[in-house]
Structure formats: C-alpha cells, structure tokens
C-alpha cells in the first residue's frame, strides 16, 4: 500500500491524507515486510501481511471470526 502525508504544499483538505507513522500503526496485526517513508515528499509504503490461520477447529474460529 502506497499513500499521501499531509504537507504544507500539497493542496486539498488534509484530514483526507495521513500523517508520518500513521500508515504503519493502521494494520497492527499485519507481519511487515516492507515500510518505508518519505516526509519531505510526503508518501508512505507498506508491504505486509496477515498471519497465517491455522484451521485446526479450536482454532478456525479465531480465524473467521466464528465461534467455533
């Protein structure tokens, strides 16, 4: 994922773009593969992803947000 700080220079309404450190704290249960930042040109990105389920069935609820 690549997306936009808020900057003095960039036009637009600034609530719609994030600030530094914002984009890494947004996806706290992902595994980070990759981060990195730029404030003086304003941008984030981020590669990362999801653990992997086990789908044992104790454990499929934990999953899918079931109650298994």
Same mark, same amino acid.
């Given at each position: 994922?690549?997306?936009l700080?808020?900057?003095p220079q960039r !036009? #637009?309404?600034p609530d719609y773009y994030l600030q !530094? #450190?914002?984009l890494r704290r947004a996806f706290p249960g992902m595994t980070?593969?990759?981060y990195e930042?730029?404030?003086v040109e304003g941008w984030a990105a981020?590669?990362?992803r999801r653990a992997a389920c086990v789908l044992a069935s104790?454990?499929?609820g934990a999953c899918f947000g079931g109650d298994n």
């Open positions: 994922m690549e997306t700080f808020s900057t !036009p #637009g309404r !530094p #450190g914002e980070e593969l990759f930042e730029n404030a981020l590669l990362a104790a454990w499929a």
